[in-house]
């Protein structure tokens, strides 16, 4: 008896097309779900030191003297770095200028500044933001904390007078704020502009940043949140001789100061704000990165949604830019023309927007919060332009006072 031929059992097209996109929408959320937990689950800051070596030093006819160092990430950045190394007499420290040359294993500098002279041969710690303490660098330093919902906040209290000792004497007060996986660190390059000024300067630490606190269900509010605790700094200020207060804040540190602004019943006490590559409205920012990194746009979609569920991200609480209407604290603003973290079009929007409380520089070749190193005198000049501005004797400054300052002030 013959038997019947065997059903051909091959998936049909619809099938093979519907496991495909099964398998495909399975990878965009395994994906999304990995860049989700990246944007907020907190994790130890690591800024690794590359080992440098001084390879050559050259004499220049005008006196100048150019450094040949090891090629490394740091070394090849845009700008001033920063030099550091050890010697029998304790810390040393150095300044390169840009870039004059490279190879495929050395970069060429010039020499800006140095304690003593250096060495062929010499082994150096490079960076582009900073390295130690203010301490230091010769600064009178109190190591405080500051006290927060989730616990005391380590803080770098330096005083105008530059005694410790009198550290509650002034009035006049700055309280700087990092970014988003950033450092006290970061405050080091503006920190003596400050203290010459005659500010009193308190660099902040916040919820789940580094060394502070960390929340139960540890994860970065991307300013949601994290302003309540520069709320506590700016009662820290008051609490110890505040009567003027400026802020200052770096990356999602400037986003930070902007939710204080919104939110905050003491947004009033503030007399001015300086924001260093602020990050203004995150939708957008997540989806510049999908498109750095050549991932598909609707990812960034993804990622907006898994973060709203796994983190209750709430991301209208964050987007600054949509009620830029509202503020009326003067703001000073300094971003670099390729930053590739915060694109410059964002904070440009901001500046063409208000150009009633803005005063917007723009640093040509900075990188994200490497403005600074662009150029050092135009960077402190505008900050001490606008610094003696807020601060005039004359009135021109604002009085703290009572009321919140902005219209969307929920705690009035």
Not at 153 to 165: F, H, K, N, R, V
Not at 218 to 227: D, G, P, T
Not at 286 to 311: D, G
Not at 405 to 411: D, I, P
Request: overall charge positive; hydrophobic content about 40%; proline content about 7%.
């Amino acid at each position: 008896m013959t038997k019947p031929a065997a059903r051909n059992r091959r998936p049909s097209a619809l099938q093979l097309a519907l496991t495909g996109t099964g398998l495909g929408l399975a990878a965009l959320l395994a994906v999304g779900w990995y860049f989700a937990d990246g944007l907020v689950h907190v994790r130890p800051v690591r800024r690794p030191v590359w080992p440098t070596r001084i390879q050559r030093l050259e004499q220049q006819p005008d006196g100048s003297q150019h450094v040949t160092l090891t090629r490394t990430p740091t070394t090849l950045r845009p700008g001033i770095i920063t030099l550091e190394w050890d010697s029998p007499a304790g810390i040393q420290r150095g300044q390169l200028g840009p870039v004059l040359s490279q190879t495929r294993v050395s970069v060429t500098r010039a020499l800006r500044h140095a304690d003593v002279p250096l060495t062929v041969g010499l082994t150096v710690r490079a960076s582009t933001i900073g390295l130690g303490t203010p301490a230091d660098r010769g600064m009178a330093q109190l190591d405080v904390t500051v006290p927060g919902e989730h616990g005391p906040m380590p803080a770098w209290l330096i005083p105008a007078s530059g005694d410790t000792l009198a550290a509650a004497s002034g009035t006049d007060w700055v309280i700087v704020t990092h970014g988003y996986g950033g450092l006290r660190q970061d405050a080091l390059r503006i920190l003596p502009t400050f203290q010459r000024l005659g500010l009193t300067s308190l660099t902040i630490t916040y919820r789940n940043a580094e060394g502070a606190p960390r929340t139960p269900e540890k994860v970065h509010r991307l300013s949601a949140e994290e302003w309540q605790d520069l709320e506590c700094a700016v009662q820290y200020a008051e609490q110890h001789g505040a009567r003027r207060i400026l802020l200052f804040g770096f990356s999602m540190g400037g986003s930070i100061s902007l939710a204080f602004l919104r939110y905050s019943r003491l947004a009033r006490r503030v007399t001015g704000v300086m924001l260093d590559s602020p990050a203004l409205e995150w939708r957008s920012l997540i989806k510049h990165h999908a498109v750095r990194y050549r991932l598909p746009v609707v990812l960034a979609r993804v990622v907006e949604w898994l973060t709203e569920f796994k983190a209750k991200q709430d991301f209208n609480a964050v987007d600054h830019l949509s009620v830029m209407d509202r503020f009326d604290t003067p703001i000073l603003l300094m971003h670099g023309s390729i930053d590739k973290t915060v694109p410059v079009s964002q904070v440009e929007t901001f500046a063409q927007a208000r150009p009633d409380i803005v005063e917007y520089h723009r640093f040509e070749g900075a990188q994200h919060v490497r403005t600074w190193n662009m150029d050092p005198p135009r960077y402190e000049e505008a900050v001490e332009r606008f610094v003696r501005r807020m601060l005039d004797v004359s009135g021109s400054g604002r009085e703290p006072q009572a009321a919140p300052s902005n219209k969307e002030n929920q705690n009035a």
